[in-house]
């Protein structure tokens, strides 16, 4: 059964903090190091310092991080809210040439073990990344971003009418980052209201859609407290905020997640190139050069041109393969697979094309998943990066598939879009939510 609750969440004060679209970011795992350094330009404010944790800016990051949250709170900036609450939220933003909005609600979601089939993944994680957030939340107590869930809302859409009916009034908060979406936000403290969202999900599945690393990290910490006293219940630990999206909501959008060839040695890479023709019929693809595209453009372009996949085939892109050149790869004859999950392209490109190419414990180190256009060129064009692996997204139909048997992607294989801003709303620990 899903137990979900307001919580009272701590927020930036606009009457000291100033613009508060100037202090939110996206979560810890998309910030780039150019991206990091640009949100602390932004404002000294900015959650950046918080949700990842001051990274290569201090000798301990996440006592820094906590230190900051301290002085924040003490000065005003930030401020716990009075009475439990869910928080609506609209998100509008672009895609494709099309303005879209996407709705939902953070709330205070139970954890629970895998086991129990309340809430199910459907991607691995990397250890190091969930050690990450659980000596964040050790050391500041708090969560700053919510994950990204998606529930399925019963035939009456009891949820998203009032999710939509709420949306019609005027926002708590609106926030407008420069180049993240616009976010509007209200704050529901009402039990009548907050009871019917209970009701009417308590025995929904919540599929995590964006925070396999940020929801296995508060499981093991919730374990290691657990360890060394008793927790309560109730106690906040035992909740992680996340933000809930209808699989009906026309804003859910799924984009490719690509993968960079870092630091291989040139007997890796020529390994991989070799996989790579062995497995796959290749054709060159070109720009529109009379558009005038930048590199990153070009990759988006490239990225929309892959199509959708059809049937059983397995498609993906290559970039600079041969300097900054594109190509479609088709997958020869897959193997047939057993299950949706051995069907997926990302299943089939880390089974058919990496492993065959390096190990798996090498595949860790120089495969690097990232979703941003930008950093892909930027990392090939300074020659940190070798080549690029572009990827179509995982339809719906598939995810749904894989995730409720209780099967996982490779790390990283879902783009869900767009990701829930850090700082809107906090979560921070204590004897009740």
């Given at each position: ?259 960079l060839v870092e630091s291989a040695t040139d007997e890796e890479f020529a390994a991989i190139l ?160």
């Open positions: 059964m899903a137990d979900i609750q307001p919580f009272r969440a701590v927020r930036y004060n606009p009457e000291i903090a100033g613009d508060v679209s100037l202090h939110v970011c996206p979560p810890f795992d998309v910030i780039t190091p150019q991206l990091q350094q640009e949100l602390y330009d932004r404002s000294p404010y900015n959650i950046v310092r918080l949700e990842l944790a001051r990274r290569g800016m201090s000798d301990d990051p996440y006592e820094k991080a906590a230190e900051t949250e301290q002085a924040w709170t003490d000065s005003g900036v930030l401020k716990h809210e009075e009475a439990p609450s869910i928080y609506v939220t609209e998100e509008e933003f672009e895609f494709q040439g099309q303005v879209l909005k996407r709705r939902g609600f953070v709330a205070a979601v139970r954890l629970e073990d895998y086991d129990q089939k309340v809430v199910l993944p459907h991607e691995g994680t990397r250890t190091e990344w969930v050690a990450d957030r659980v000596r964040l939340m050790g050391s500041a107590q708090s969560n700053y971003s919510p994950l990204l869930v998606i529930y399925r809302d019963d035939l009456r859409s009891s949820v998203g009418n009032l999710v939509r009916a709420i949306a019609g009034g005027a926002p708590t908060a609106v926030f407008t980052p420069p180049d993240m979406p616009m976010l509007r936000l209200w704050r529901v403290s009402d039990p009548g209201t907050i009871g019917v969202l209970q009701a009417a999900l308590k025995d929904a599945e919540i599929f995590i859609a964006d925070g396999h690393h940020r929801y296995e990290a508060a499981l093991r910490y919730r374990g290691s407290v657990r360890a060394e006293r008793e927790v309560d219940p109730d106690e906040s630990i035992n909740f992680r905020m996340m933000l809930m999206v209808s699989f009906d909501e026309p804003g859910l959008i799924t984009r490719g997640y690509h993968r070799e996989s790579v023709e062995a497995s796959s019929d290749l054709e060159e693809w070109l720009p529109d050069t009379s558009k005038g595209l930048a590199t990153d453009a070009q990759i988006e372009e490239f990225s929309v041109a892959l199509g959708e996949r059809q049937g059983d085939e397995v498609v993906f892109g290559l970039f600079s393969k041969e300097p900054g050149k594109f190509h479609i790869a088709r997958m020869k004859s897959p193997p047939p697979a057993n299950n949706s999950l051995d069907n997926s392209e990302y299943s089939r490109l880390h089974t058919y094309v990496f492993r065959p190419a390096i190990t798996e414990e090498r595949e860790e180190a120089i495969i690097s998943p990232h979703h941003d256009a930008g950093l892909i060129a930027r990392q090939i064009e300074s020659g940190t990066a070798r080549m690029a692996f572009i990827m179509r997204p995982v339809p719906l139909d598939e995810f749904v598939s894989i995730v409720t048997r209780g099967w996982r992607l490779p790390a990283k294989a879902t783009n869900f879009y767009p990701k829930p801003p850090a700082g809107a709303v906090i979560q921070r620990f204590g004897d009740r939510l």
